[in-house]
């Protein structure tokens, strides 16, 4: 039984921990002896397999060097004699020092756009130093690869990101009045892009609704925004939601409003209800990787109020489209499958 160890910062709500979640259970019902070590915060808000053991190292974020030196000491014991995977910068640079001169096998992902994350160029560059020390990285699109030099891109392969299994189905042609999106309420997010434009939407269609899903650190920023656009009875912030897919379900449409994306959790996962989407063709090319334009999604320029709202138009005023643009959303359940994706990882681990 082959072993392997999953390195995160923490398993908290978001795109790349989640699909980290999705592998997690995956090998773990796959025969494979599986571990989680969370360097950083205690925390793991994904469903995990009850078989998988889980390390809480509770690192300190700003540690002194001695400290920070002993936490990668401990680390590398942890790290003996199994396959690792890990995600996002912090957890990859740290896995790559607690690991040098140790025989491994290091599988590492890149989740978002590598121009603009991490922020910073002295990150980037630890970042990309940092996969040279990789057997394999997992890039999301070609657009992403493409930024590399050409030694880290022999070792990369292209793999997209698994839709759920059990989402829940329509059952009926019948469309709520809302507009929904979810994200965490970032920079990244453009989310005053997202208000701005169904505040013009509005102006011929005042009986709908915009409600955004998710948490993050600009939260109170954009909750002041909407009151200073006086919408606070149109826009409304949910939070983070369990069953958020039995709660988007039924809504007229799904807008992503983002300046940069891998390739967004929450897109497939609305097309993948049926919901007709419209995200902005940003890089790193996740959305342009998975729409046709006009016809399963509308992709609208990055930063631009007039064609999301005019896009959000055309799907409210437009019955037959919003329904062509539904239907043939639903096809990426097929080509996204959780399997199908899990079983190219699985690839990379047997190699």
């Known amino acids: 039984m082959k072993d392997i160890t999953f390195v995160c910062q923490y398993l908290a709500k978001g795109?790349?921990?989640?699909?980290?979640?999705?592998?997690?259970?995956?090998?773990?019902?796959?025969?494979?002896?599986?571990?989680?070590?969370?360097?950083?915060?205690?925390?793991?808000?994904?469903?995990?397999?009850?078989?998988?053991?889980?390390?809480?190292?509770?690192?300190?974020r700003k540690p002194k060097i001695s400290e920070y030196i002993k936490n990668l000491k401990e680390l590398r014991v942890l790290l003996k004699n199994t396959i690792i995977i890990s995600f996002l910068y912090t957890a990859i640079r740290d896995t790559v020092l607690a690991t040098i001169l140790l025989e491994k096998k290091l599988i590492v992902s890149e989740r978002n756009d590598p121009?603009?994350?991490?922020?910073?160029?002295?990150?980037?560059?630890i970042r990309t130093i940092s996969y040279l020390f990789a057997d394999k990285?997992?890039?999301?699109?070609?657009?992403?690869?493409?930024?590399?030099?050409?030694?880290?891109?022999?070792?990369?392969?292209?793999?997209e990101n698994p839709?759920?299994?059990?989402?829940?189905v329509k059952k009926s042609g019948y469309r709520e009045k809302t507009v929904v999106?979810?994200?965490?309420?970032?920079a990244q997010k453009n989310i005053k892009l997202g208000i701005d434009a169904f505040s013009d939407f509005l102006k011929t269609h005042p009986e709908y609704i915009y409600n955004i899903y998710g948490d993050g650190e600009l939260y109170d920023e954009i909750e002041q925004y909407i009151i200073n656009k006086n919408l606070q009875n149109k826009?409304?912030?949910?939070?983070?939601?369990?069953?958020?897919?039995?709660?988007?379900?039924?809504?007229?449409?799904?807008?992503?409003?983002?300046?940069y994306e891998g390739i967004s959790n929450s897109m497939l996962e609305a097309m993948a209800l049926g919901l007709p989407v419209i995200c902005t063709d940003c890089p790193i090319g996740g959305s342009r990787q998975v729409i046709k334009n006009g016809i399963n999604g509308i992709l609208t320029p990055v930063g631009d109020a007039v064609e999301l709202t005019k896009a959000m138009l055309l799907i409210a005023n437009d019955f037959k489209f919003r329904q062509t643009l539904s239907n043939n959303a639903r096809s990426v359940n097929e080509k996204y499958k959780t399997s199908s994706i899990c079983n190219m990882w699985e690839e990379l681990v047997s190699e």
């Open 15 to 60: 795109g790349a921990e989640r699909v980290m979640s999705i592998l997690i259970n995956y090998f773990a019902l796959s025969k494979y002896k599986v571990r989680v070590i969370v360097l950083y915060e205690n925390i793991i808000d994904y469903d995990i397999d009850p078989n998988v053991e889980t390390i809480y190292l509770n690192w300190k």
């Open 115 to 125: 121009y603009n994350d991490p922020p910073g160029k002295l990150r980037r560059l």
């Open 137 to 159: 990285i997992v890039f999301q699109t070609k657009d992403a690869m493409d930024y590399f030099p050409k030694i880290i891109r022999k070792k990369g392969v292209i793999i």
């Open 163 to 168: 839709i759920k299994s059990n989402l829940p």
């Open 181 to 186: 999106s979810i994200c965490r309420i970032t």
């Open 235 to 259: 826009v409304f912030l949910k939070g983070f939601i369990k069953n958020i897919h039995e709660e988007v379900i039924n809504a007229m449409m799904y807008i992503s409003s983002s300046n």
